[in-house]
């Protein structure tokens, strides 16, 4: 969606509008937004692409991410809260290309099943499948975008004993909601993201208690109750986890939080991207460029604090790379740069070192285009505050406003805690509670105070 909105932007400002065809294998655009209650297979035997549930609301405000070219002012024409509901920032993002009139690019319910390169040529040779019909067609291209994201395919560990367990075993990527999980001891594995969110998930959903087995150290929140962290799963026995602190439990379901896989089952290995979740993958330039072959570029290859507009500076410098905008240096040259940011990242101390490192990243990608400039020190300012916030109330952080860096708007205090909030919708959302339904709407309450925490 980045890629087509930067082609779009360009031809606003009379640029020659190239040939493009964006394959989508799902029947709708949105990607990781675009949800679906199947985990496994969908009707047409392809496996789901998005890892979110069904409650999912914004991990981060959503003043990090704003698009500067098209700002949560413009898209709903009223402030609204900095940590929306997956719905409503489908609604965002999907609202900006509906604008630009892109989706006439996309081929929908069409798979990429293989690409091959042809040095002498200098072409991509690219086969898709209808996923419906079965149909192959195969095109020749001459640059590629990979932006088929890096959080669909679940990294799975084995764990000795574990065939032994009698209650469910599920990876985050399948995980849908935690209503079932009510009155359970649930068991997660994995400090980070999926871990700490789903976890709490659970806990506003009814668990009995969660915990959190961690392999390089615990995430050190303060809990609620319901929640404890242990070092990491040694063995199963049946239903008793053992623990590396020589402690043991019994529980009723393991989530695995261990992470994503990246994956491009369409690519031949010397095209594709094999990293770990790092904020810098190596051999792309700029983060963005694949450095054998510049003819090929990826968007969203990074863990990110920032995302789509990091992902417009990502789109925006690959399009200009494609249009010879801006001329590449030498191959040697480029790998001194992504070594560069490599040393750096193998620097970095702490959370709030690894926002400021994303912050320059994107800030020299937009200063090598026109994507419009936003303040990008106050979005990193931005993060550590909420980082802040989630350190002294992890339940609470989402309660809390913050001020757009692009209009300079003051987000609105939602009307309902996100610990009392059962229905997401975007309806719900923007209507707000029906009379007498909620008892604890505070849109009066001053957005600057750290809101009392509920266990
Ligand atoms: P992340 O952020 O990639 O984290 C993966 C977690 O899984 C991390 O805590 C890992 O521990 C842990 N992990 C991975 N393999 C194992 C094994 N074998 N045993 C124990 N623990 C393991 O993935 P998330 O799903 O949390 O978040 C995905 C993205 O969503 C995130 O990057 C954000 O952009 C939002 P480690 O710390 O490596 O020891």
Sequence with gaps: MAQLRAF???RAKGAEMPEIVCFEKQSDWGGQWNYTWHTGMDGTGE?????????LWSNGPKECLEFSDYTFDEHFG????SFPPREVLFDYIAGRVEKSDVRKYIQFNTAVRWVTYDKSSEEFTLVSQDVNTGESKTYIFDKLVVSSGHFSTPNIPEFEGINTFPGEVLHAHDFRGAERFGGKKLLMIGSSYSAEDIGMQAHKMGAASITMSYRSGPMGYDWPSTTVERPLVTRFEGSTAHFADGTSDEFDAVIMCTGYLHKYPFLPSELAVKSANVLYPGNLYKGVVWQQNTNLFYLGAQDQYYTFNMFDAQA???RDVMTGKI??????QRSVDIKSWLDAQDALADHDAEADFQTDYVRELIQAT???????DAVSTLFKDWMRHKSEDILGYRDKAHRSVITGTMAEVHHTRWINAMDDSLERYLNGPSQNVDTNAMATLDPNIILTKER
């Design 370 to 376: 026109d994507y419009p400039e936003f303040d990008l």
């Design 327 to 332: 001329t590449l240096p030498p191959a040697d």
């Design 78 to 81: 009223r402030p609204i809260s």
């Design 8 to 10: 779009e932007a360009a």
């Design 47 to 55: 496996t789901a692409h998005s890892s979110m549930y069904r409650h």
């Design 316 to 318: 925006w410098f690959a």
